[in-house]
């Protein structure tokens, strides 16, 4: 059974109340559609590189988070570039930047 689909707006704002609350750097980069944008995480872990999450759909139908950039971090540029050519595919995107040297994310994160 899949879970109810939050509006992304609320989604992200969960999100950044939650990093606030774990003391998580957080900011949203872009704002997308309000109701059904698709979510970019691009996260810095400060000196160790970068990794851009992108939301996709597990095979239940709950989210899931998929490694844009690759199985290894990269470094800004190509971070930025992989969030450049989506923002170009999709203007309803949300990009969200979290910055945590122990690369905490503010959700519940199942990694495809």
Known sequence: ??????KTALWVQACVRRASVENIAIAVMRKGDPDGGTVLVKLNTLGMGFTVFAESRAPDGGRAWVRGTGAGAVDEAAADAYIE??????PD????????????LPFDARIL
């Open 93 to 104: 995107l949300w990009v969200v930047e979290i910055d945590d040297r122990a690369g905490r």
């Open 85 to 90: 050519r989506n923002r170009r595919i999709d």
């Open 1 to 6: 059974m899949s879970e109810a689909r939050l």
